[in-house]
């Protein structure tokens, strides 16, 4: 059987890892698709479509935050999860330097450095998630539990 060429690190560790995992794609352009919009175009649920972000705490610490599409981090909320007096948002410029993804198609799972995470506390109330495969136009629906034991995350509540 000929090997797929075409599987994301975050498959590839997930493999490794021997976690279960499906791949969902979606039509795109160069330019990332917001995920309110990725998860019309795959008929799933807003709430189980989830966006990683990366922040940086004023410890200069990196953080990966994922949340629902269709909500907004909270940073007071994000800064008290991780036990720092405040964060802010990463720059999209340095994303890619930082991560190893671009903007769209950013993955909690195998970036360059590993980060703490923290998930949004809602992703327990549900079998599968679906986050970033590492690329725009692909993605992960995984177990959270199995997201936040390979990250070594937490779950807390850090929407607005």
Known sequence: MKQRTDKTNAMRILDQQGIAYQVRTYPHGDEAVDGVTVAKLLGQDPDQVYK?????????????????VAEELD????ARAVGEKSIAMVHVKELFSLTGYVRGGCSPIGMKKAFFTT??????????????????????????????????????????
Do not use: C, H, M
């Open 75 to 78: 940073l007071k909320k994000a």
């Open 119 to 160: 998930i949004q506390e809602e992703a327990q109330l549900y079998d599968t998630i679906a986050v970033s495969a590492g690329k725009i136009g692909s993605q992960l629906l995984l177990n959270p539990s199995d997201l936040a034991e390979l990250t070594e995350g937490q779950f807390a509540d850090v929407i607005k």
């Open 52 to 68: 990683t972000l990366v922040a940086q705490g004023v410890s200069r610490q990196y953080y990966v935050f994922d949340i629902p």
